[in-house]
């Protein structure tokens, strides 16, 4: 069974508007990490934001926020405002802490264009 | 500045002949790793490596082999064992950051002839 699942290839979202970006996952770890990562075009892989499963709150950095239901297994990425440098592919990711070994199980991917 | 570098970005090479990639950092990480993207896929790992002299095959390490001498380097051989060798792998190290991330190199775009 996959990890992992995003089920949106692609997005498309107007300038200044906010999108969400979905995300599954699957696991029987009680203690584990969500990631989400930009990939421009150039291929470079940047961290966007993280939430730990026993956090409370939903993550937010800037305009990036996490929407964590922990029940449903999702993390759905929220982009507010969106600009036009966010066209962009957007991974989720997994890191399992009963493993010990810090590896990221990643989803497959959105790419996410801005609409001028 | 600190960071992670690969060379080179465009590599092409002949079928059956081995191909050694290459992957540095200055972050003072610990562990590394290497990943493999095909168009429409996620990252999937190769090896990954927590400490020097150390390393450990990940999801699709066949056809791959990886060193550790150094805490800086982490290079990746893609051998003619390699069934289907073009793809675009990414290096990535990480540290004591606050949630542990995963800093990722620019990347190398491998394709066999």
């Known amino acids: 069974a996959q990890k992992i699942t995003q089920t949106q290839p692609g997005m498309f979202v107007q300038e200044k508007e906010a999108v969400t970006l979905d995300c599954t996952y699957d696991?029987?770890?009680?203690?584990?990490?969500l990631f989400w990562y930009k990939q421009p075009s150039s291929g470079e892989m940047i961290f966007l934001i993280y939430?730990?499963?026993?956090?409370?709150q939903n993550a937010t950095e800037g305009r990036y926020s996490l929407n964590f239901q922990k029940a449903r297994k999702s993390a759905n990425l929220v982009i507010s405002a969106s600009q036009l440098g966010d066209s962009a592919m957007y991974f989720c990711?997994?890191?399992?802490?009963?493993?010990?070994?810090?590896?990221?199980?990643f989803g497959t991917g959105t790419r996410l264009t801005v609409i001028p | 500045d600190g960071g992670i570098t690969q060379s080179p970005k465009y590599l092409f090479r002949k079928e059956g002949q081995n191909v050694t990639l290459s992957c540095e950092q200055n972050?003072?990480?610990?562990?590394m790793y290497w990943y493999r993207q095909d168009p429409g896929q996620g990252l999937r790992l190769i090896y990954y490596?927590?400490?020097?002299?150390?390393?450990q095959k990940g999801d699709i390490a066949e056809g791959y082999s990886v060193s550790r001498e150094k805490k800086e380097s982490f290079p990746l051989t893609v051998t003619s064992a390699q069934k289907n060798p073009t793809a675009f792998y990414l290096c990535?190290?990480?540290?004591?950051?606050?949630?542990?991330?995963?800093?990722f190199g620019p990347g190398t775009r491998l394709t066999v002839l």
């Open positions: 990535a190290s990480r540290g004591q950051a606050l949630y542990n991330e995963q800093f």
């Open positions: 696991t029987s770890d009680p203690s584990y990490g």
């Open positions: 939430q730990g499963s026993y956090d409370q």
């Open positions: 990711a997994m890191r399992e802490h009963q493993t010990g070994a810090n590896n990221l199980f």
């Open positions: 972050l003072n990480h610990d562990a």
């Open positions: 490596s927590q400490i020097v002299n150390d390393f």
